[in-house]
């Protein structure tokens, strides 16, 4: 299980995030979502050991995932939000540092790698550099990345950016096969439509705190909503969308 406590972090006083908890048990896929500016990538960034909490702990398997960061991240799968790549690197040469980082032998790796560019329709690109990739070719090489190791744990950041339909389509149904399969997975989205199909709870931000945190059908009852688009609205909007959309109109046509 995976255990978020109390994660709080502050940049120059300022809270980005405060108190932030919750756990992922296996075979649970929890939604984490928030407006923008909410706070949900930097809580990413604690979880994986990329930022250090200003408080709070990440637990993972009953101990703090402070006692050993390395083992704790060679267990997991992370996709980015942003698509950094190396852009000189083939595809096929960043998912050859990306598995000999994560300690694959040279044949198991090679033969994934070969598995993964033609499943996800990259083959005949292969020995093309990063740089000259579209996005969802790229977002498609950060996702074999994240699953060349068979990780326990996914953090996923956006993980439909960019990609077409039958690609977006796949990755459901993996992240469903994953989670019958006891993985557990942190999906974090604005397209809340996905996120309503594949989650098996929800938890959004608002100004770094957290504000609402059930099963979706739970959610949607205590608020009255037929969505989570519309719980999402009632829990996390500022303003009403009809009246923001109609100020917008109304500059457009000044």
Known sequence: ??????????????PAVQDVSFTIGPGEILGYIGPNGSGKSTTVKM????????????????????????????????????????????????LQLAGRLRGLTRSLLESKIDEFLRLFSLWEDRDCPVSAYSKGMRQKILLSAALLHNPELLILDEPLSGLDVGAALVLRELLGRLAAQGRMILYSSHVLDVLEKICSRALILRKGRVAAHDSIGRLRESMHASSLEGVFGRVAGDDDCQSVAGRILGVMQA
């Open 47 to 94: 979880i994986i050991g990329l930022l250090e909490p200003s408080e709070g702990e990440v637990r993972f398997r009953g101990k703090s995932v402070i006692e050993d960061l390395p083992d704790f991240q060679a267990r997991i799968g992370y996709v980015p939000e942003e698509p950094h790549l190396y852009p000189y690197l083939s595809g096929r040469e960043y």
């Open 1 to 14: 299980m995976l255990e978020v406590c109390g994660l709080t972090k502050r940049f120059d006083g300022i």
